[in-house]
């Protein structure tokens, strides 16, 4: 009854859905960095990592999200794309650069073995 309660009061205040998806971008879950640290730059990648096309930018918080819907396929999904486009759309907005490794096409994902 309480779960229930819960997703009852996200859906009316949406406080917990925010807290989740800042909990979520912000902690680490092994084997994978936090999307926070992947993006300005705290994490650095193990040899495993580079020989898995995974590097620091925008591209490898997609891998940590949604890696193995989304990444090590050519050409790029749609999805991933406009996820992309719409990024580099964001930080235009607000007078910032959007990197480099913008996209995860030639990354496995974080459970693979690029042995």
Not at 89 to 101: M, R
């Amino acid at each position: 009854r309480r779960v229930r309660e819960a997703v009852v009061s996200t859906q009316s205040t949406g406080e917990l859905a925010f807290i989740s998806a800042l909990w979520f971008w912000m902690t680490p879950q092994s084997p994978k960095p936090s999307c926070h640290d992947a993006l300005v730059g705290n994490w650095v990648p193990t040899a495993k990592d580079l020989k898995c096309g995974r590097k620091p930018g925008f591209g490898v918080t997609i891998n940590i999200v949604n890696g193995g819907v989304e990444c090590n396929h050519k050409p790029m999904k749609s999805k991933t794309f406009h996820r992309v486009e719409t990024y580099k759309l964001f930080c235009k907005k607000l007078g910032t650069t959007p990197g480099a490794n913008l996209n995860c096409e030639t990354q496995q994902q974080f459970a693979a073995f690029c042995g």
